[in-house]
């Protein structure tokens, strides 16, 4: 069974940088045909994707953040994790990682979620 697990802090001050990892098991983020993806929602907005690393290490971002946005992996601990920089309220949402199918792309594991606000 493939489990993801998201932590982080759940509070971050305006202009500072949000750091948030997936812990995964029952697979290995590095085996092919799957991309490893962060995934969040504002409140009252629908679920927005913001960017992935591949099982080669690969990383890919929406265009609108991704100036602010790093995404990285620890192999040895099967943990990605997520950076996003210069945050605003905006920011403040439920920040989810997630499986992707590469072939299909589709998600089929997600975390839990973790609720992130982003206020002083």
């Known amino acids: 069974q493939v489990q993801l697990q998201e932590s982080g802090p759940g509070l971050v001050e305006p202009s500072q940088t949000l750091s948030l990892t997936c812990t995964v098991s029952?697979?290995?983020?590095?085996?092919?045909?799957?991309?490893w993806s962060w995934i969040r929602q504002p409140p009252g907005k629908e679920l927005e994707w913001m960017g992935a690393?591949?099982?080669?290490?690969?990383?890919y971002y929406r265009p609108d953040i991704k100036n602010r946005t790093s995404i990285s992996r620890d192999t040895s601990k099967n943990q990605f994790t997520l950076q996003l920089s210069s945050v605003s309220p905006e920011d403040t949402g439920l920040y989810y990682c997630?499986?992707?199918?590469?072939?299909?792309?589709?998600?089929?594991?997600w975390g839990q979620g973790t609720q992130v606000t982003v206020s002083s």
């Open positions: 997630a499986r992707v199918v590469v072939d299909a792309y589709e998600y089929d594991y």
């Open positions: 029952g697979a290995s983020i590095t085996t092919n045909s799957y991309y």
């Open positions: 690393i591949g099982y080669s290490g690969s990383t």
